[in-house]
């Protein structure tokens, strides 16, 4: 088994920046997508950016596209989220997700085999 773990989330007034990190541990499998999905109270789980590896192209939602920009350390298996221009809209628990198999950006949450516990992050208006 996997395990992911979150870190990063926190409280930022609009227009600032965070950064989430996300580092792998448990059983070696081979991953081929990381990446990251949002959710805020009340709404269901939203695709917000992943990359793969192999490929090395990264997918990301519109309403964050140009904003927030995902990096990794393939070796390490880690991703980051690099959070610019923050809106209130924004605020949620954000989970980092990974998947055995190349899935090109696929946005459902379904899809996605392995999930850490969530970091929240709060953007203040």
């Known amino acids: 088994q996997v395990q992911l773990v979150e870190s990063g ?11 989430l990190s996300c580092a792998t541990s448990g ?18 789980r939203e695709f917000v950016a992943t990359v793969n590896w192999s490929a090395g192209s990264t997918y990301y939602s519109d309403s964050v596209l140009g904003r927030f920009t995902l990096s990794g350390d393939t070796a390490k298996n880690m991703v980051y989220l690099q959070m610019n221009s923050l809106k209130p809209e924004d605020t949620a628990v954000y989970y980092c997700v990974a998947a055995s198999r190349s899935l090109g950006g696929d946005r459902w949450p379904g899809s996605y085999h392995y999930w850490g516990q969530g970091t929240q992050v709060t953007v203040s208006s």
């Open 9 to 19: 989330g926190g409280l930022v007034q609009a227009g600032g920046s965070l950064r």
């Open 27 to 44: 059983r070696t499998v081979t991953v081929r997508d990381m990446g990251w999905f949002r959710q805020a109270p009340g709404k269901e």
